[in-house]
C-alpha cells in the first residue's frame, strides 16, 4: 500500500497523506511523502492534518451527549436554549430545532458577517443572523452549511455547558478519548509536527503554499479540528463499537449512536456523497451495503473518513493538498480491497435514452456568493457560472466556467470537466412546480432558481480609494451578500490602485448605493451611475 500512494501522491503531485484502517479491533496507520516541501520534513504517522468538515462529525458526537444526557433535545426549538435566536423568517425562527442544524436542512442562509477571532465568536455568529434569509423552506430539502448550522449547535453546548466550545470539545471528546494530538484551534496544534497546506493549481507547477493558512475561527465546529490518522480512527470506532471509546470509556449510550446514524434526509444529489444525511455523518451506499462517511477540506488541506459497521472497518485519509475524489478513489479502493471488503461504486454512466424538456431546467440558480446559470445550446444542456475574482487567481483558473450537462436521469447529470485537475462531478436539478425546477444541487449544496424579475438596472460604482486594503477586503465580503437576483459583473481598479470601478446589476441605482455603502463606504468615496448594459466602463458592445 505504501508503495502504490507513492505512485499516487506523485501522479497527483499531493505532497503527502496519512492512512489509518480500523480491522478486526486494531488501528494500522502509516505516512507517505512530506509534510512540509521547504524542509522535505518527512509525514510520519504522528503528523497533525487539518480535518476541515470532518469537523462536523466531531462537534456532532459532543452535542449527542448532551441529548443523552437529558440537556437538549433533538427536536426543541433553538430558542429553548438560546431564547434571543432569530432569524428574517418568524416562523423558522420559532420553529428550527437542533435536527435541522445537524442534518443540513434548515435553509438559513450564511450571512454571518464577520464575527472576529474571539472566544464569543459563536455567540456573535447567532447574533448576527438576525437578518439572514432563508435559501429554502425550513426541512424543504437538504443544504449543506458549511459553517453557521454547527456554530449554532456549538452556542447551545456553550449556554448548557457554561463553556467555550473549545474547552468543551477537549472536555468531553479529546481526553475521555485519550487523545493527545486532536485540538479544536489551530494555534493549539504541535506545529512541530503540523502539515503545511498546498494547493494544486497544476501538474506543471506542482504544489504551491497555500495563503490561506487555515479556515477563520467561525468554522470551528465545522471546519477546525486538527488530528492525525489514528485519532480520527479513534474517534470512528465509537460508532462501530455502539458507543464505547477504544479506552472502554462510554462516549454515549447506544441509543445515541442509533439515533445518529438511522435520523436521516435524503440528499437531492445521491451520487457524489451518498443519498442521505443523518447526524453528522453521510450515509452512502455502497452495492447494497451501508457506509457512514464525511469528508473535509479547508482549502489546502483534504480528509476522508468511511466507516463500515457491519464489516468492523474504518478508513481515515489526512492529506495536505486536495480534495480529489479519485484520488480517494484509488487509495481507498486498494486498501478495501485488500481487506476483502466492498468497494466504492463509480459515478454513473450518462443515459443516452432521456428525452428531456430542456426548458424545464434553463434559468439562474443561486445562493450567496455562488450563481449558476443552466443553458439549452444545441440540444444539450449547460451549467455556467463565475469565479469571483481572487479565487480565480488563487487557483489559476478562468473567471468563467462552462460545463456540459449529461443525463443520468429526468433530474440528475454527470458534469465531466476537460481540467485534468477537476473529477467529474453529479448535479441535480429538481422540484419542479409550474413547469420549470426550482432548485439545483452539487457537491451538497444547493441552490434556488432565483426570479430575475427586476434585476436588470446595470449600475456603475466609481470609487475613490482611501484604505486600500480594507477596500478590496470589504468587497471580498460584499461578493458574498450579494441581494437575491443581483449579480456583479466587473470590478476592476486602476494601476495605481487609487480609483475602482464595479458594475453591479440590480433592481435601482439606491439598492446597489445601500447595499455598497455598507460594505465598502467606510474606505472610498463612491459615485453610482446607471449605465447601458454593453457600454459600461466603455465595454466594447460586440
Known amino acids: 500500500m505504501r508503495a502504490r500512494l507513492s505512485e499516487l501522491l506523485a501522479e497527483y503531485r499531493i ?102 477571532e474571539d472566544d464569543d465568536v459563536y455567540e456573535r455568529m447567532v447574533a448576527n443572523i438576525a437578518g439572514a434569509r432563508q435559501v429554502h423552506p425550513l426541512g424543504h430539502t437538504h443544504g ?14 456553550e449556554v448548557t455547558d457554561g463553556k467555550r466550545w473549545d474547552d468543551i470539545m477537549k472536555a468531553r471528546l479529546f481526553d475521555p478519548l485519550g487523545l493527545t494530538s486532536t485540538t479544536s484551534r489551530h494555534e493549539h496544534a504541535d506545529q512541530r509536527r503540523a502539515a503545511t497546506g498546498y494547493l494544486i493549481r497544476s501538474l506543471d507547477e506542482g504544489p504551491v503554499p497555500s495563503p490561506l493558512a487555515h479556515l477563520p475561527r467561525s468554522f470551528g465546529p465545522g471546519g477546525n479540528v486538527n488530528t492525525t490518522a489514528r485519532e480520527l480512527l ?26 445518529m446514524t438511522q435520523s436521516r434526509v435524503p440528499v ?12 453528522g455523518l453521510i450515509v452512502c451506499d455502497w452495492h447494497g451495503h451501508t457506509v457512514y462517511a464525511h469528508d473535509g477540506s479547508t482549502v489546502s488541506q483534504s480528509a476522508r473518513l468511511r466507516i463500515l459497521p457491519e464489516a468492523g472497518i474504518a478508513i481515515s485519509m489526512l492529506a495536505n493538498a486536495g480534495p480529489r475524489d479519485s484520488f480517494y478513489r484509488k487509495v481507498f479502493n486498494h486498501i478495501l480491497a485488500e481487506l476483502g471488503a466492498v468497494t466504492i461504486p463509480d459515478l454513473p454512466e450518462p443515459d443516452p435514452a432521456p428525452a428531456l424538456d430542456l426548458s424545464r431546467y434553463e434559468g439562474s440558480y443561486e445562493r450567496p456568493g455562488t450563481r449558476y446559470e443552466v443553458a439549452a445550446e444545441r440540444g444539450r444542456l449547460h451549467l455556467r457560472f463565475t469565479l469571483n475574482p481572487m479565487e480565480a487567481h488563487l487557483l489559476n483558473k478562468p473567471e468563467k466556467l462552462d460545463y456540459e450537462l449529461l443525463p443520468i436521469s429526468e433530474t440528475h447529470f454527470l458534469m465531466p470537466s476537460d481540467d485534468p485537475l477537476e473529477d467529474p462531478q453529479t448535479v441535480a436539478i429538481y422540484d ?30 466609481v470609487s475613490t480609494i482611501s484604505d486600500h486594503d480594507a477596500f478590496w477586503d470589504a468587497l ?30 440590480h433592481d435601482s441605482v439606491d439598492a446597489v448605493r445601500t447595499f455598497f455603502d455598507d460594505h465598502a463606504g467606510p474606505f472610498a468615496t463612491t459615485e453610482y451611475f446607471e449605465a447601458d448594459a454593453a457600454n459600461a466602463v466603455g465595454l466594447p458592445t460586440d
Request: some cysteine; proline content about 7%; glycine content about 8%.
Open 15 to 116: 505532497p503527502s497523506a496519512a492512512i489509518g484502517i480500523l480491522a478486526d479491533g486494531e488501528i494500522t496507520d502509516f505516512a507517505v511523502g512530506v509534510r512540509n516541501i521547504s524542509t522535505r520534513e518527512p509525514a510520519t504517522p504522528d503528523t497533525i492534518y487539518q480535518c476541515g468538515s470532518v469537523s462536523k462529525t466531531w462537534t456532532a458526537l459532543a452535542f449527542m451527549q448532551l441529548v443523552d444526557e437529558g440537556k437538549a433535545a433533538l427536536d426543541e426549538p433553538v430558542r429553548t436554549y438560546l431564547p434571543d435566536f432569530r432569524v428574517a423568517d418568524p416562523d423558522v425562527s420559532a420553529k428550527v430545532t437542533p435536527r435541522h442544524l445537524l442534518n443540513h436542512t434548515s435553509g438559513i442562509e450564511e450571512d454571518y458577517g464577520d464575527p472576529g
Open 476 to 505: 471580498k465580503q460584499a461578493y458574498g451578500h450579494l441581494p437575491s437576483g443581483a449579480t456583479w459583473t466587473m470590478s476592476v481598479a486602476s494601476t495605481d490602485g487609487s480609483k475602482a470601478v464595479n458594475v453591479i446589476v
Open 268 to 279: 437531492p444529489d445521491p451520487y457524489l456523497f451518498g443519498p442521505e444525511w443523518a447526524l
Open 144 to 157: 449543506y452549511s458549511p459553517a453557521l448550522g454547527y456554530a449554532v449547535l456549538a452556542r447551545i453546548m
Open 432 to 461: 419542479f412546480k409550474n413547469g420549470s425546477a426550482q432548485y439545483l444541487h452539487t457537491n451538497c449544496r444547493v441552490h434556488p432558481r432565483i426570479n430575475e424579475k427586476g434585476a436588470t438596472m446595470h449600475v456603475m460604482a
Open 234 to 259: 479513534t474517534m470512528a470506532r465509537v460508532f462501530i463499537d455502539e458507543g464505547t471509546a477504544p479506552n472502554g470509556t462510554r462516549i454515549v449510550s447506544p441509543g445515541i449512536i442509533r439515533e
